[in-house]
Nanobody, 125 residues
């Protein structure tokens, strides 16, 4: 089992940047694929990006491609989400998730086994 905790959210102006971090407990972190999802008020949870075992594969939602970058540090048991050129429509609670299928970069939240509590990102116009 793995426990996840996000940090790094906050308020930023449009065009700005934020870096989210997801810290994972457990010695088997490197064997999980990791993903980031977001949920805005009144909207369904939305896939953002995912990274597989050792970062072999990554997948991005079209809405963030070219602006967001996912990475992982298996020594520090962390996954990161670098968000650049932020837009007001990026405002949401961002959550990281772990998938026991190490090679997966699934876009479906049902495929993820463990979730963090989320961190709020607010982008002002």
């Amino acid at each position: 089992q793995v426990q996840l905790m996000e940090s790094g959210g906050g308020l930023v102006q449009a065009g700005g940047s934020l870096r989210l971090s997801c810290a994972a407990s457990g010695r088997t972190f490197s064997s999980y694929a990791m993903g980031w999802f977001r949920q805005a008020p009144g909207k369904e949870r939305e896939f953002v990006t995912a990274i597989s075992w050792r970062g072999v594969n990554t997948t991005y939602a079209d809405s963030v491609k070219g602006r967001f970058t996912i990475s992982r540090d298996d020594v520090k048991n962390r996954v990161y989400l670098q968000m650049n050129s932020l837009k007001p429509e990026d405002t949401a609670v961002y959550s990281c998730a772990a998938n026991v299928k190490a090679y997966s970069t699934s876009i479906y939240y049902q495929d993820y086994d463990y979730w963090g509590q989320g961190t709020q990102v607010t982008v002002s116009s």
